[in-house]
Nanobody, 125 residues
Framework: QEQLVESGGGLVQPGASLRLSCVVSGRLSKSVVGWFRQTPGKEHAFVASIMGSGYDAEYADTLEGRFTISRDNAKSTVYLEMNDLKPEDTAVYYC???????????????????WGQGTQVTVSS
């Protein structure tokens, strides 16, 4: 069964680091996976995406350099390492997977058919 389960969110102070995990199960285990985030009243915003092989990744322009996406296919897990967190990074973070027939990353939420339940990240002093 296709399923994505996020973990690792929490409350941190500005400047801290946090690593989110997304366990991808079923036939999605080597799919393209993306991270998105959402704040109240706004659409899901693209954060990062990684190919099934881990060979290539792309990032939102404003986040590259602070955020790093990676994956360990032996553990069926995709990670989002977030450094130097700022209050504006506060959001619910979702991981999502493309259908296995697609092999390239995408910034568009419409390209992701499978979604996790989300994990809250709050950056506050």
């Amino acid at each position: 069964q296709e399923q994505l389960v996020e973990s690792g969110g929490g409350l941190v102070q500005p400047g801290a680091s946090l690593r989110l995990s997304c366990v991808v199960s079923g036939r999605l285990s080597k799919s393209v996976v993306g991270w998105f985030r959402q704040t109240p009243g706004k659409e899901h915003a693209f954060v990062a995406s990684i190919m099934g092989s881990g060979y290539d990744a792309e990032y939102a322009d404003t986040l590259e350099g602070r955020f790093t996406i990676s994956r360990d296919n032996a553990k069926s897990t995709v990670y989002l390492e977030m450094n130097d967190l700022k209050p504006e990074d506060t959001a619910v973070y979702y991981c999502a997977a493309r259908s296995p027939s697609y092999h390239f990353t995408s910034e568009s939420r419409e390209d992701y058919a499978y979604w996790g339940q989300g994990t809250q990240v709050t950056v506050s002093s």
